[in-house]
């Protein structure tokens, strides 16, 4: 975190990425002092209502964040920014988006929880757009320029108002990765999983394990002695009324629908109680660790790995093997998951994987046949990059194996 009077006093001069937030009701001018370095622009939790014009005068500004404030349209100065490709203004109240302000490098659009209700037709001439967030927003149509979307991998939709699914999704030639659940098209289905309701006194919270955009992950002792839970589970509870990928009901939904599989975090309990929305799992065995990391600002849609992270080719099938299964699974229940990543996967030293995190998974049994396939065919995409991701970390001297080339091939075909 950087302050002002740091700026003020020349002693930022240089660096490339600047962090403000004091609750500001206007950026300070100094700003442009840093044009020769500023590439990443962090205004997030401030007051700001408009941004000034002199960030136009940036030319290496690639990134700006500007989420928790009070904007109610998206700053038109951002469509003149000649570097920049990623913009966030999550949590605003912006209502309009005018064909100004998408600047003509965007990569990365991050637009979740704000009051929008009409996307400009020039999103469509964005053509280097790979990632776009509109979870929890009042979206009723696309704009019929999104079929221009040609590089668009990544795309949240969750939790607006969007009458009918929208097909230009599933023509969309790189897309794997989507979420849609919370639309007035979608129809809710009975669980297919059949968990007990628990109360939120039937455990005990103890530490934290985890948390994600759509809650807190804990280790809890069971108490509820009626029902033959292990003595320690891990409860995970939702919050807010909004994530970044939807609603947390339909997290929940859609988790429990997905049933059990071997290779998935077993599910064993819900809370359905009025500000408690929680699931109860099994604990996963300590000796499971993170496959992969999240994407980076660099690498946008795809994992990344620990530095000097290897697999071994047999390791790679294993993996795949199971992905693949899961993958079955989930779409013979008619959910998508929407984030198929190595960093959702926990892996352990016998190349054994859990797959967890349904915070953007989409129930899709109510849509029609040709509508079903077109998900599946988007998710396989994911399948076929995760692959390919796998391979990206195999040990050098296996790369010209016979086992190395037939999962490529696999990848490819998926895709």
């Known amino acids: 975190m950087n302050t002002v009077k740091q700026l003020?006093?020349?002693?930022?001069?240089?660096?490339?990425?600047?962090?403000?937030?004091?609750?500001?009701?206007?950026?300070?001018?100094?700003?442009?002092?840093?044009?020769?370095?500023?590439?990443?622009?962090?205004?997030?939790?401030?007051?700001?209502?408009?941004?000034?014009?002199?960030?136009?005068?940036?030319?290496?500004?690639?990134?700006?964040?500007?989420?928790?404030?009070?904007?109610?349209?998206?700053?038109?100065?951002?469509?003149?920014?000649?570097?920049?490709?990623?913009?966030?203004?999550?949590?605003?109240?912006?209502?309009?988006?005018?064909?100004?302000?998408?600047?003509?490098?965007?990569?990365?659009?991050?637009?979740?929880?704000?009051?929008?209700?009409?996307?400009?037709?020039?999103?469509?001439?964005?053509?280097?757009?790979?990632?776009?967030?509109?979870?929890?927003?009042?979206?009723?149509?696309?704009?019929?320029?999104?079929?221009?979307?040609?590089?668009?991998?990544?795309?949240?939709?969750?939790?607006?108002?969007?009458?009918?699914?929208?097909?230009?999704?599933?023509k969309l030639p790189k897309l794997a990765w989507m979420a849609f659940s919370g639309n007035p098209f979608c129809h809710s289905e009975e669980e297919r999983c059949n968990v007990p309701t628990v109360a939120s006194s039937s455990y005990s919270i103890n530490h934290t394990l985890g948390q994600g955009a759509s809650g807190v992950i804990s280790h809890a002792t069971w108490l509820n002695e009626e029902l033959d839970f292990p003595a320690q589970v891990a409860v995970k509870v939702f919050k807010g009324e909004i994530t970044s990928d939807g609603y947390p009901k339909d997290e929940l939904e859609a988790c429990l629908a997905t049933g059990h599989h071997e290779n998935l975090v077993k599910s064993i309990g819900q809370v359905n109680e009025v500000d408690h929305l929680s699931l109860v799992m099994e604990l996963i065995p300590e000796h499971f660790d993170n496959l992969g990391l999240p994407p980076t600002l660099e690498t946008c849609t795809r994992d990344v790995f620990k530095p000097e992270f290897q697999l071994s080719i047999n390791q790679i099938e294993k993996v795949v093997t199971q992905m693949i299964d899961v993958f079955e699974h989930l779409h013979s229940a008619k959910v998508c998951h929407g984030d198929l990543y190595a960093h959702n996967v926990l892996v352990d030293n016998e190349s054994n994987i859990i797959f967890g995190d349904f915070g953007a998974a989409s129930i899709y049994g109510y849509l029609s046949e040709i509508q079903q396939y077109g998900v599946r065919a988007v998710e396989a995409r994911a399948l076929g990059h995760f692959i390919d991701d796998l391979l990206s970390v195999c040990k050098p001297i296996e790369k010209q194996t016979a086992a190395y080339s037939s999962l490529q091939k696999l990848a490819k075909l998926i895709r």
């Not at 990569?107 to 990632?131: A, F, M, Y």
């Open 8 to 170: 003020k006093s020349g002693e930022l001069v240089g660096i490339k990425r600047l962090k403000l937030s004091e609750k500001l009701t206007e950026l300070p001018q100094e700003i442009v002092s840093l044009a020769d370095s500023l590439e990443i622009l962090d205004v997030s939790g401030n007051l700001l209502t408009e941004l000034p014009d002199f960030l136009a005068n940036l030319p290496k500004l690639k990134i700006i964040f500007a989420s928790s404030n009070n904007f109610t349209h998206l700053p038109s100065v951002l469509g003149a920014c000649p570097s920049l490709e990623m913009v966030g203004f999550k949590s605003n109240q912006i209502k309009h988006v005018s064909s100004d302000s998408l600047p003509p490098r965007l990569r990365w659009l991050i637009l979740t929880d704000n009051q929008i209700e009409i996307l400009p037709e020039v999103l469509g001439e964005r053509s280097k757009l790979q990632k776009l967030a509109l979870a929890g927003n009042r979206i009723q149509k696309l704009p019929d320029s999104f079929s221009q979307l040609i590089n668009l991998e990544l795309v949240r939709l969750s939790a607006n108002n969007l009458q009918a699914f929208p097909d230009v999704l599933l």
